[in-house]
Structure formats: structure tokens, C-alpha cells
């Protein structure tokens, strides 16, 4: 068992220097993973400085337009305690297929032991879209998280932002009514 020194988190930590500063490249945690298909790829990083991780189809599903559908990866896995997996969409297939997924980002909790199916979705006006085995169809980006402890305040501290959103920081936001009359259902 390799013993840590201290500031040493146990994870590999590539180093570079620019200039006089040393850069640490992404941090390294292992994830168990069990492959649910024989067609199932294991997630693959296509370059190292990659955030995402490419998920793979395991079948084959047309998505007319505007459809959406749940395609399997035949992976399941158990990440590590205060991790989370985020599922993204990929770029190349969003850019030229109008392919997206529907809850970006879809959140894998660390309790979560089954299947990992990619909820995809043709935005597409008029082109059909096929997904074949083993295509790349999403990315997942693995991160530590921290739990927030809520605590209910009369009042909020101020910002140079306030309450404008929606697009307020490009000029086309608005600004909440004072109040808003509070909906009640029997």
C-alpha cells in the first residue's frame, strides 16, 4: 500500500511548467465499471485533456425529428463517494445532426448502480437520425461535488448583480415584479 505524504491526495497528477509556474494536469480517480452487453465499449477519453469520457451506443435507434429516446450503453458503474457523473451532449453530433441530450446535463449519483442510458433527442426540423452500435453518443464528465447546508435567511446580502437574469449580463434580461402572488392549488 503506497503511503501519502503530506498534500499528496492519492490521485495521479500529471505536472507541467509554464513559465515559472508549475501546472498540475487533471486529477485521477479509478471507477469500477461492469459492462451489462457485449457490444458495451469502455468509456475512453479521445484525447488527454479531455474533460469527457465518450459513451458508446449499444443499439441501434432512429430518432425521426424532434423525437427522443433512451439509448442504452450497456455500462454500469460505482463512482466513488462525493463524486457525480455528468452526462453531456457531444459537440460533432449536436454541431451537425442537431443530436443532443434532453437533461443536459444528466446527473449519474454516486448510489447508482444501473444501466447508464443517454436520453437523446433529434432537434433536428427534418432529418431522420440513426444511431448505430458503437457510436460515441454522449460524454461523460466525472466531478467531486460539494453538499450545500441550507440555511433560510430574512434577507439576502447584496451583489453587484441583484436579481436581473434571463440573459441580463447580454442586455436582454428582466427584471422580477416586486412581488408575485402566490398560486395555490386545491
Same mark, same amino acid.
Given at each position: 500500500? *503506497?503511503? &501519502? @505524504?503530506?498534500?499528496? %491526495?492519492?490521485?495521479?497528477?500529471?505536472? $507541467?511548467?509554464?513559465? /515559472? =509556474?508549475?501546472?498540475?494536469?487533471?486529477?485521477?480517480?479509478?471507477?469500477?465499471?461492469?459492462?451489462?452487453?457485449?457490444? #458495451?465499449?469502455?468509456? !475512453?477519453? #479521445? !484525447?488527454?485533456?479531455?474533460?469527457?469520457?465518450?459513451? /458508446? !451506443?449499444?443499439? %441501434?435507434?432512429?430518432?425521426?425529428?424532434?423525437?427522443?429516446? &433512451?439509448?442504452?450503453?450497456?455500462? #454500469? +458503474?460505482?463512482?466513488?463517494?462525493?463524486?457525480?457523473?455528468?452526462?453531456?451532449? *457531444?459537440?460533432? &453530433? !449536436?454541431?451537425?445532426?442537431?443530436?443532443?441530450?434532453?437533461?443536459?446535463?444528466?446527473?449519474?449519483? /454516486?448510489?447508482?448502480?444501473?444501466?447508464? +442510458?443517454?436520453?437523446?433527442?433529434? +432537434?433536428?426540423? %427534418?432529418?431522420? $437520425?440513426? =444511431?448505430? =452500435?458503437?457510436?460515441?453518443?454522449?460524454?461523460?464528465? =466525472?466531478?467531486?461535488?460539494?453538499?450545500?447546508?441550507?440555511?433560510?435567511?430574512?434577507?439576502?446580502?447584496?451583489?453587484?448583480?441583484?436579481?436581473?437574469?434571463?440573459? @441580463?449580463?447580454?442586455? $436582454?434580461?428582466?427584471?422580477?415584479?416586486?412581488?408575485?402572488?402566490?398560486?395555490?392549488?386545491?
Amino acid at each position: 500500500m *503506497r503511503r &501519502l @505524504s503530506e498534500g499528496d %491526495t492519492g490521485r495521479n497528477e500529471p505536472e $507541467f511548467e509554464i513559465g /515559472s =509556474v508549475t501546472v498540475t494536469g487533471p486529477s485521477r480517480i479509478p471507477v469500477a465499471f461492469r459492462r451489462l452487453s457485449a457490444q #458495451a465499449r469502455t468509456p !475512453a477519453y #479521445a !484525447a488527454e485533456g479531455d474533460a469527457g469520457a465518450d459513451l /458508446s !451506443a449499444t443499439a %441501434t435507434v432512429t430518432l425521426a425529428p424532434g423525437e427522443r429516446a &433512451l439509448v442504452p450503453t450497456g455500462i #454500469a +458503474l460505482a463512482l466513488p463517494p462525493g463524486t457525480v457523473g455528468l452526462v453531456h451532449p *457531444r459537440s460533432g &453530433l !449536436a454541431a451537425r445532426h442537431g443530436i443532443s441530450v434532453v437533461n443536459a446535463p444528466g446527473t449519474i449519483d /454516486s448510489g447508482y448502480r444501473g444501466e447508464i +442510458l443517454v436520453n437523446l433527442v433529434n +432537434l433536428d426540423p %427534418t432529418e431522420p $437520425f440513426t =444511431v448505430h =452500435v458503437g457510436d460515441r453518443i454522449a460524454q461523460l464528465v =466525472v466531478q467531486e461535488y460539494l453538499h450545500a447546508e441550507f440555511t433560510e435567511a430574512g434577507s439576502l446580502p447584496e451583489s453587484d448583480r441583484g436579481d436581473t437574469g434571463h440573459g @441580463s449580463t447580454g442586455g $436582454f434580461g428582466t427584471t422580477p415584479p416586486a412581488t408575485f402572488e402566490e398560486v395555490t392549488t386545491p
